[in-house]
T-cell receptor, first 111, second 115 residues
Framework: GDSVTQMEGPVTLSEEAFLTINCTYT??????LFWYVQYPGEGLQLLLKATKADDKGSNKGFEATYRKETTSFHLEKGSVQVSDSAVYFCALSPTGNQFYFGTGTSLTVIP | KAGVTQTPRYLIKTRGQQVTLSCSPI?????VSWYQQTPGQGLQFLFEYFSETQRNKGNFPGRFSGRQFSNSRSEMNVSTLELGDSALYLCASSLNPAPDGETQYFGPGTRLLVL
């Protein structure tokens, strides 16, 4: 069945470090791919999305490219800030609004 | 525009009881989905409603049920509560279900503790 696997955390980085959170997926067809972020004490927020192969989603300095050949959607940011500390979820939607989420990766950025 | 609201925010129940959680989607949104979030399992899809009809259902036992009203508000019910049902229950709404995965907007969740 459809599923998402993302790297386990927690991840701790120093401010201005480069961030990569790996996400791979299993799906039939051509799902849409998403990254959601959950800040402490808040609900999930959409960070970025890509709906077809080779699309690049970007927002707030974060980027992820839909790679069908490697079934991946890795999240990257060139220079993280303390305010980026949160839990990041990779997700896919094969059709309609049925979403499959990864288990989440906790990121802590220290000054 | 007001966001997705969920009530109550916190709930404590005992094993064997039942519970009803409520979700009001963003105004104009007609699709509502429910998720269970636990530390061990992460976010798991429960079900999705659109126009008062259940469109998709995740892999949960029949103790978990839901419904949607004509104003798009949704409720989910869990009967015969078990300790393992303790979780954060998240509701998400979107305008319409779409083949490419319409963006969902999440509420703050209802934290359920089963004792």
């Amino acid at each position: 069945g459809d599923s998402v696997t993302q790297m386990e955390g927690p991840v701790t980085l120093s401010e201005e470090a480069f961030l990569t959170i790996n996400c791979t997926y299993t799906a039939t067809g051509y799902p849409s791919l998403f990254w959601y972020v959950q800040y402490p004490g808040e609900g999930l927020q959409l960070l970025l999305k890509a709906t077809k192969a080779d699309d690049k989603g970007s927002n707030k300095g974060f980027e992820a490219t839909y790679r069908k050949e490697t079934t991946s959607f890795h999240l990257e940011k060139g220079s993280v800030q303390v305010s980026d500390s949160a839990v990041y979820f990779c997700a896919l939607s094969p059709t309609g609004n049925q979403f499959y989420f990864g288990t989440g990766t906790s990121l802590t950025v220290i000054p | 525009k007001a966001g997705v609201t969920q009530t109550p925010r916190y709930l404590i129940k005992t094993r064997g009881q039942q519970v009803t959680l409520s979700c009001s989607p963003i105004s104009g949104h007609r699709s509502v989905s429910w998720y269970q979030q636990t530390p061990g399992q992460g976010l798991q899809f429960l079900f999705e409603y659109f126009s008062e009809t259940q469109r998709n259902k995740g892999n949960f036992p029949g103790r978990f049920s839901g419904r949607q009203f004509s104003n798009s508000r949704s409720e989910m019910n869990v009967s015969t509560l078990e300790l393992g049902d303790s979780a954060l229950y998240l509701c998400a709404s979107s305008l319409n279900p779409a083949p490419d995965g319409e963006t969902q907007y999440f509420g703050p969740g209802t934290r359920l503790l089963v004792l």
